[in-house]
Nanobody
């Protein structure tokens, strides 16, 4: 049974930094990719960044490129999201997700089988 445990959210002022963690347990070796999503109140869940587990390749949404860094530690089975230069528009609930297949675009939440519980990120101006 795969479990994803998310931690690291909080409240910061604009320009600040936060690091999110997503610890995976169970049969995580077969993940094709793991992704950070976020959802602001009244908005759809959107893909923020993806990590291809086997190749270590990454992609970012344009809104966070250059400010956020996604990484995966194979030894710890943990996905990270380092968030720098945070903006108020980064506010939302952040989730990690994993999938063993590439059935949808990486930013499409319907393509993921496994989800961690969200962690709130609040950025004040």
């Amino acid at each position: 049974q795969v479990q994803l445990v998310v931690s690291g959210g909080g409240s910061v002022q604009a320009g600040g930094s936060l690091t999110l963690s997503c610890a995976a347990s169970g049969y995580t070796y077969y993940f094709y990719w793991m992704t950070w999503f976020r959802q602001a109140p009244g908005k759809e869940r959107e893909g923020v960044a993806v990590s291809y587990i086997a190749s270590a390749g990454t992609y970012y949404d344009a809104s966070v490129k250059g400010r956020f860094t996604i990484s995966y530690d194979n030894a710890k089975n943990t996905l990270y999201l380092q968030m720098n230069s945070l903006k108020p528009e980064d506010t939302g609930m952040y989730y990690c997700a994993g999938s063993p297949t590439r059935s949808r675009a990486w930013y499409d939440p319907t393509g993921y089988n496994y989800w961690g519980k969200g962690t709130q990120v609040t950025v004040s101006s």
